[in-house]
């Protein structure tokens, strides 16, 4: 069963930056893109950007280029996000998603808490 | 601010039907396919509908979605005091080169 493990809750100030893994269990990093999603407390779903596996690409969203890196460690079949330049309004729940079956995010992290404060 | 509008809540009693609109424009919603999810607080959230209306495996048929132009529509029918959740509709904007998810729209079963 593939299941996708993230990091635990991280705290850093303004200005900082976070890096948070997900790890791919039970299959391997390269088998299917992984995408990013945020949500703010009390907000909505926010796509980020993803790894594609098949180019190597990496395709961000708009709001977060200049920002944004997403990694992969096929070693360890491990993905990263980094973003850079915390703001408050960075605080959220950050998930890795991948497209597994049905052509869409349909296995999720359990979700990283990213707070942003002074 | 995202690109695709959907109403803030809707509410209904046991047994009903309630419908959630998605909104969006030819770049988004008029060429490319939209999912839904639900999503309960503090969770992932789950897929339910996926490539024209298909359910993923465990999703009951209560759930069913629609499209008409720029616009689709998640309905539920027979409604239950589990389907109490956030829903979102997403799907790919080709000007914008990214996917985008919809405002979402918070369920109350009365």
């Known amino acids: 069963q593939v299941q996708l493990i993230q990091s635990g809750a991280e705290v850093r100030k303004p200005g900082a930056s976070v890096k948070v893994s997900c790890k791919v269990s039970g299959s391997s990093v390269t088998e299917a893109s992984l995408h990013w999603v945020r949500q703010a407390p009390g907000k909505g779903l926010e796509w980020m950007g993803f790894f594609d596996p098949e180019d190597g690409q990496t395709v961000y969203a708009h709001e977060f280029q200049g920002r944004l890196t997403v990694t992969e460690d096929t070693s360890t079949d491990t993905a990263y996000m980094e973003l850079t330049t915390l703001r408050s309004e960075d605080t959220a729940l950050y998930f890795c998603?991948?497209?597994?079956?049905?052509?869409?995010?349909?296995?999720w992290g359990q979700g990283t808490l990213v707070t942003v404060s002074s | 601010q995202s690109v695709l509008t959907q109403p803030p809540s809707t509410s209904g009693t046991p047994g009903q039907r309630v419908s959630i609109s998605c909104s969006g424009s030819?770049?988004?919603?008029?060429?490319?396919?939209v999912y839904w999810y639900q999503q309960l607080p503090g969770t992932a959230p789950k897929l339910l509908i996926y490539?024209?209306?298909r359910r993923p495996s465990g999703v009951p048929d209560r759930f069913s979605a629609s499209k008409s132009g720029t616009s689709v529509s998640l309905a539920i029918s027979g409604l239950r005091s589990e389907d109490e959740a956030d829903y979102y509709c997403v799907t790919w904007d080709d000007s914008l080169n990214g996917y985008v998810f919809g405002t979402g729209t918070t369920v109350t079963v009365l």
């Open positions: 490539g024209n209306g």
């Open positions: 030819r770049s988004n919603v008029g060429t490319n396919t």
């Open positions: 998603a991948m497209i597994i079956q049905y052509e869409i995010f349909d296995l």
